[in-house]
């Protein structure tokens, strides 16, 4: 059965547990790293993380906020880089019906940059990293080793107030939307994060732009989501239409 994330924001306290043990699964190296005026470090996503907790800071009057948001791929159900990307090279990107797990390979690297660069615009949340020594292009694979053999993913093991959920996808919406009702009484604003379109749904209290631009699936021509991948997979679907019929 598909498998889905909740990350719940509101319960997020910005330790950076899920980031570290992220990385230290994945056995990634360091990054060498400066203070860059904020507790967001490393400042991006990058090949040696595939998760990032990121911090926003705002005033509401007279009052300071703070957001946190942990960043990884969002798993899609329909992945639009799966779809601009998944035929360039055999089994360098996999779409695994059994979990949902979108997961690159080392065959990513033999995609051109030029496919990289289409890859990374057809993400509507802007995710995928690639190591400029090796080519290749990575991401959160959802722990698909540890989750094959009956585990959770790691920062899900990892984090210490329940901001981090893991399970069957239609349990997961479950527990969201009952967590969402509650969290609706405090924080009138209170959303879930494009729920019916990614296996990483997440709780956010506020305007999803205060968090981070893509904390919700973006793009550049003003289409909602629906009409962003319907206008995505067009070439895709004629393309397989021509095959089909020659």
């Known amino acids: 059965m598909p498998k889905s994330f909740f990350i719940d924001t509101s319960r997020c306290i910005a330790c950076r547990g899920c980031q570290i043990a992220c990385k230290e699964w994945h056995e990634l190296p360091a990054n060498q790293t400066r203070q860059q005026g904020s507790h967001q470090n490393p400042p991006d996503l990058n090949p040696n993380n595939y ?12 009052t300071v906020r703070w957001l ?3 960043d990884q791929c969002r798993h899609c159900q329909d992945p639009p880089c799966i779809s601009v990307g998944g035929s360039l090279v055999d089994g360098a990107m996999i779409h695994d019906s059994q979990t949902g797990a979108v997961v690159y390979t080392e065959k990513t690297s033999k995609i051109s940059e030029k496919d990289f660069e289409n890859i990374l615009s057809a993400c509507p949340y802007n995710i995928p990293r690639r190591n400029p020594k090796t080519g290749r292009i990575s991401k959160c694979d959802m722990c698909f080793d540890r989750v094959s053999h009956g585990l959770v993913p790691v920062c899900v093991k990892t984090c210490p107030t329940g901001a981090m959920n ?6 997961i919406l479950d527990m969201a939307n009952a967590r969402l009702a509650e969290v609706k009484k405090t924080f009138p604003k209170a959303m879930l994060a494009d729920a019916d379109s990614v296996s ?5 209290t506020d305007d999803p732009q205060k968090y981070y631009k893509f904390s919700v699936a973006q793009n550049d021509s ?3 989501r ?4 319907a206008q995505l997979f067009r070439p895709v679907r004629k393309s397989a239409s021509s095959v089909l019929r020659g």
Do not use: A
Not at 200 to 204: A, R
Not at 226 to 229: L, Q, R
């Open 51 to 62: 998760k990032v907790l990121r911090f926003s800071e705002y005033l509401d009057g007279d």
């Open 68 to 70: 946190f948001f942990p």
């Open 166 to 171: 893991f399970g069957e996808r239609k349990e």
């Open 200 to 204: 990483v749904v997440y709780l956010l």
């Open 222 to 224: 003003g289409m909602d």
């Open 226 to 229: 629906k009409m962003f991948f």
